[in-house]
């Protein structure tokens, strides 16, 4: 009884350490594809920005073009 015991406490304490090895690896790799996400909504606002001024000039070289033409 007592052996018994022994190797079901070995082998509960090898399967918690792969349980937590797992849960390590599954919060590292969701860190990482939060970090992704973050770095593409970075990159989403600043092409939005870069739109949006693009947009600006166009439409102040357009209304410069029609008061010279006038």
């Known amino acids: 009884m007592p052996r018994s015991l022994v190797l079901l406490s070995l082998v ?3 399967t918690g350490c792969g ?3 797992t ?3 599954a919060v590292t790799e969701a ?3 939060a970090e992704e996400v973050r770095q593409g909504l970075r990159t989403e ?3 939005r920005e870069q739109l949006h001024a693009a947009a600006r000039q ?4 357009r209304a410069a073009a029609e008061t ?3």
């Open 12 to 14: 509960l304490s090898l």
């Open 19 to 21: 349980v937590a090895e």
């Open 23 to 25: 849960g390590a690896g």
């Open 31 to 33: 860190a990482s594809k």
């Open 45 to 47: 606002a600043r092409v």
């Open 58 to 61: 166009e439409a102040d070289q």
């Open 68 to 70: 010279a033409s006038q």
